[in-house]
């Protein structure tokens, strides 16, 4: 079993050789260790060892590695999603139209081909395998992109003056010119269509109620009318006795 | 305009008065004449009047009564002062003539209840005095006079609301002179000894609310008690019977309606009442006193509160 640099000793000759070969070692060190490997045979056959070792990098689909770890995230169709996509959706269709397109150039990262590793492409386990997926499998390119540009305002040209004559709708007869009122003969030219500001709905609907029911509301509100004149009647503010009313007796 | 109606109105009701004649009150023209609680029932200082007059000229006869009143309620003693005064006069050509006067005083303690309701008993104290000159057979014979003066004393109880009252009054004879002249004379009297007088007193609005136009009051006053017919029976016998009543309706300030005057016709405010009453015969619309079917009776009624209530 091969040691690891975690559980190595810092002196240990398998550390010094792997660092010897990754070039971590300082001029003393270096020094000290080609000594022994020039008096140390058996040194030298474990340098040969650690340099013939190398990590080869798998070759890695990333289209299959993002299809089989990366979890697609299902659209949420219900509420606010769904009716935020038909806003957009109706608002594009209602108030733009397409214009002719203009061209230019963006850079976009495409996958490249799958190719086999060359040796230069061998990294060792010090270097990050996944900036050197991503280095040996993408290449830059420039595609041409089409953007659609819509004008903020729409003019449409349209003669004002012009008289709007209703075509007659089948199967219903019309009036007579004469019987038409002064107004209605009035020409549909140049009407300025003014907002009407809609009323609000009252929140409740009155309907109709029976005498009976009048009668019942009556009675309570000249109750209630009675009830705060016995308050004010209580608390001094009227005289102490309770009149006839002089109105009627 | 609204003026001069008001100034017709009453010189109309003057004229009628005078031009007719009346012994009956309407009921409602003297707020205490059957029942002393009402003494200071208005809350504020009240003065009414009444000038009534009769005519029966089959018989020549004539008779006129003035009253009037005045009733207050004191807030110190929480209680209702009132003063009446009344003068009447009564003539048969050739055969007899009276005439008399009347002071009273009457006091009405108020309690309330809850606001709403008001209960007040009432004691009222009556002085009157009364002349008669009666000739049987005239220019034969030298007439006869009778004089007197009378003490009564009555005890009520009112309880009433803004709407309605309900009231009870019972004659407590103190001493009369005249009638016990009148006893020894033609031996029966108005008021004697044995005789118990009490009344009952209704009144009601019907309105659909206190602010509408509209409404209608209809009061009524019952007479109660026992009585012989003369000294010399031995059974006395009890009587109910209607002694006065008013229907009156208002719309606005106008009011119309009848009474036991008569038929009635004026303007009503909250301060100001004036009111025409024009009817038949002594008892007016109740029964027939006997004077013809060309009998008459007018009354001018007027009433003025000085300070407006704050109901």
Redesign the interface.
């Known amino acids: 079993m091969k040691p690891t640099t975690s559980d190595a000793d810092e002196n240990s000759p398998d550390l010094l050789l792997f660092r010897y070969v990754e070039g971590d070692l300082d001029a003393a060190q270096v020094q000290e260790l080609e000594a022994r490997l020039a008096s140390d045979a058996a040194l030298r056959d474990e340098l040969a060892f650690w340099k013939e070792s190398f990590a080869e990098p798998e070759a890695y689909d990333t289209a299959h590695l993002e299809k089989s770890l990366l979890v697609p995230v299902e659209p949420r169709w219900t509420g606010s999603y769904f009716g935020t996509w038909i806003f957009i959706l109706t608002l594009t269709v209602t108030l733009f139209r397409p214009v002719p397109v203009a061209m230019e150039t963006r850079p976009v990262l495409i996958p490249a081909p799958v190719s086999t590793p060359a040796v230069a492409d061998v990294v060792t386990e010090a270097r990050n395998p996944e900036e050197a997926i991503t280095r040996s499998r993408m290449t830059r390119i420039t595609l041409p992109f089409r953007e659609k540009r819509l004008p903020e305002t729409i003019e449409v040209e349209r003669n004002v003056n012009e008289s709007i004559i209703p075509a007659p709708i089948p199967g219903i007869k019309s009036r007579p010119p004469e019987v038409l009122s002064p107004v209605a003969q009035l020409p549909l030219t140049g009407i300025k269509v003014q907002k009407v500001k809609p009323k609000p709905k009252p929140i409740a609907v009155a309907r109709t109620l029976s005498r009976r029911q009048g ?1 019942a509301i ?1 009675r309570m ?2 109750k209630a ?2 009830q705060r ?6 608390k001094g ?13 | 305009m609204r003026t001069f109606l008001k100034a017709g109105l009453v010189w109309s009701g003057i004229l009628l008065s005078f031009a007719c004649y009346g012994q009956v009150i309407p009921l ?1 023209a003297l707020p205490m004449q059957y029942n002393p609680a009402f003494a ?5 200082p009240r003065f009414n009047f009444n000038l009534g007059l009769l005519t029966a000229s089959r018989f020549r006869h004539n008779e006129y009564n003035l009253n009037t009143s005045y009733d207050q ?1 004191i ?1 110190a003693i ?1 209680s ?1 002062v009132g003063f009446s005064a009344g003068y009447f006069t009564s003539s048969f050509p050739y055969s007899s003539s009276s005439e008399g006067y009347k002071f009273s005083v009457a006091v009405a303690p ?1 309690f ?1 209840l ?5 209960i ?1 008993p009432s004691l009222d104290l009556t002085y009157g005095s009364s002349a008669t000159s009666w000739n049987p057979r005239p220019g034969t014979a030298k007439p006869l006079n009778l004089s007197g003066y009378h003490l009564l004393s009555r005890a009520a109880v009112l309880i ?4 309605w ?1 309900i009231g009870y009054s019972v004659d407590i004879p103190l001493h009369n002179t005249y009638q016990y002249y009148r006893y020894r004379l033609f031996g029966r009297s108005d008021i004697s000894p044995e005789r118990f007088n009490s009344y009952w007193q209704f ?1 009601y ?1 019907f ?4 602010e509408s136009k509209f ?1 209608f ?1 209809p ?1 009524l006053v019952f007479l109660t008690g026992t009585d012989r017919y003369n000294r010399y029976s031995r059974n006395s016998f009890r009587y109910f019977a209607p002694e006065a009543f008013s229907l ?1 309706f ?1 719309y606005g300030k106008f009011i119309w309606g009848a009474n036991n005057a008569g038929f009635h016709l004026g303007m ?4 100001v009442r004036v009111m025409v009453s024009n009817g038949f015969g002594r008892r007016g619309l109740v029964t027939s006193d006997g004077l013809g079917s060309d009998a008459y009776t007018g009354n001018l009624s007027f009433r003025y ?1 000085l300070k407006q ?3």
């Open positions: 009668r009556m509100k000249e009318r009675q004149k016995a308050d004010q009647f209580l503010n009227v005289p102490y006795v309770v009149p006839l009313n002089s109105e009627n007796f | 409602g200071g029932e208005a809350g504020g309620f807030p929480r209702g108020k309330s809850k606001g709403k309701y008001t007040s009433n609301s803004r709407k009252y009144g609005t309105q659909r609310s206190s409404s009051t009061q009156n208002r009503q405010t909250e301060r509160m209530s704050r109901w």
